[in-house]
């Protein structure tokens, strides 16, 4: 820091300036700290050794532009278009005196800056301006430490880039003709980021990848499967080679048939997954933001609150959708909500999306409706899971009647069997390959069936 003599103009322009960076400054600090305190209201986590640095550093920049706005008076004074009389320059004299003008390094900018405050707020300025730069260095401290996670765009899937050099012309002709109507639509609330020409475009990549897959298959089984089926299951008698082809000739059209079906109707598939999971979140997201909405704050920033919190994942996507309406398509909150009720998975959610819509419009209150429709969708996810802890008791005693109690009766009938030596064309190791075949079968149904009823806890 040091002494200098600057011109009246410039002394002024300099103040003029340095105001306009305290006031920039000032605004981005004050909007953090309106952001944390936001927080902080909607019960997420917040760090009150950053709260404190915000605070000070707020208040060091206010003090800092008032004695810069005390020292404009006198600068003032001595800027004139004419000549003074001599009285007057005495006095224009004593005020210059007044006046100091200060170098100083400011960490924004590559190099010094001047300034003219009066001598009397000197010593304060300075101690106020070391204040703000080293709570700007304990705040880059603080954001290091616990570094906030972005999230970036994803790259382009390579799978898919080779499926449009073959198959985009065709796919695109086909949805212009208007096959595979709905298709984009389903796209969109199963929150697969693929546009219907591409999707369809990997599902015929993959049909085809399928057919060769086929081919292979069916040309193991020729050769191979039915020399280890007549070992186990059938009389050692070899057939002929036209009779196998027949019998699995079928298989090179059906593979690529049912690989294509497959991922015609798996975003239908994954939406109601995805559905499901959001309408398991949505209570506990209601009366999340039923608390925030009691505090009187902007709506839009609700959503903003619930998303910060990462505690609902799959809510937390549609509020994203929402927000992205607003802060990148420019919409209105209103038309944004029925903007994403069109498109989410969960019905649940769309009503919720069209009753906030209707509610703002009409100048409701946001708490109340939240309330009654949390209090709604509480007693359904009580019924849902007494519904799922009956349904899984039903279970348990299928469970033991078939995979427990069958096998005993198939064990005596094949102790009986053996007996009497009755011939069913299937060899006692045959018998019990199928028994153990079909008991470990009927397991794995049972446990994918009762993975997809269960409740999403």
Request: aromatic share 10%; hydrophobic share 45%; no cysteine.
């Amino acid at each position: 820091m040091g002494n200098g003599e600057i011109g009246n103009i410039g002394a002024l322009k300099a103040n003029v300036t340095h105001t306009k960076r305290i006031l920039r400054e000032t605004s981005i600090f004050l909007n953090h700290y309106n952001a944390l305190k936001e927080l902080e209201k909607g019960g997420g986590k917040v760090s009150r050794e950053e709260q404190k640095i915000l605070h000070d550093t707020l208040l060091s920049l206010i003090l800092q532009l008032r004695m810069i706005n005390n020292s404009l008076p006198d600068i003032l004074s001595n800027v004139s278009l004419f000549k003074e009389l001599p009285a007057q320059e005495t006095t224009k004299k004593a005020e210059k005196e007044n006046l100091v003008s200060l170098s100083y390094k400011h960490p924004a900018l590559a190099e010094g800056a001047l300034l003219t405050i009066k001598k009397e707020d000197r010593a304060r300025f300075l101690k106020e301006l070391s204040l703000t730069e080293n709570s700007i260095k304990r705040l880059k401290k603080e954001y290091k430490a616990k570094p906030e996670k972005i999230e970036e765009f994803k790259k382009p899937s390579s799978y898919a880039i080779l499926s449009n050099k073959y198959f985009l012309k065709l796919s695109t002709q086909l949805l212009d003709e208007g096959y595979f109507k709905g298709l984009n639509k389903e796209l969109r609330k199963s929150n697969l980021y693929f546009l219907s020409s591409t999707y369809i475009s990997m599902a015929f990549l993959t049909s085809v990848i399928s057919f060769f897959v086929a081919i292979f298959v069916v040309i193991f089984l020729l050769f191979f499967g039915f020399s280890l089926d007549s070992y186990f299951l059938f009389a050692r008698v070899s057939e002929p080679i036209l009779m196998r082809l027949l019998k699995t000739f079928w298989l090179i059209f059906v593979i690529p048939v049912l690989t294509f079906l497959a991922f015609y109707f798996y975003p239908s598939t994954e939406r109601k997954s995805i559905s499901g999971k959001i309408n398991h979140e949505l209570p506990f997201v209601l009366i999340h933001m039923s608390a925030i909405a009691g505090s009187g704050i902007e709506p839009t920033k609700i959503f903003r609150i619930v998303i910060s919190s990462r505690e609902y994942p799959h809510t937390r996507k549609e509020f994203k959708k929402l927000l992205n309406e607003i802060n990148i398509y420019g919409y209105d909150l209103v038309t944004a909500l029925r903007n994403i009720a069109r498109v989410t998975s969960s019905q649940k959610l769309a009503d919720v999306f069209n009753g906030l819509a209707t509610t703002i419009t009409s100048g409701g209150s946001l708490k109340e409706f939240l309330d009654k429709r949390a209090e709604t969708l509480v007693f359904d996810y009580k019924l849902e899971m007494e519904k799922s802890t009956k349904m899984a008791e039903t279970f348990m005693d299928l469970y033991i009647s078939v995979v427990i109690a069958a096998p005993l009766i198939m064990t005596m009938l094949l102790v009986m069997i053996g007996l009497i030596n009755v011939d069913f064309g299937l060899t006692p190791i045959a018998l019990s390959l199928l028994m153990i075949f079909g008991v470990a079968l009927i397991n794995v149904v049972f446990l994918v069936f009762l993975h997809l009823k269960q409740p999403n806890l």
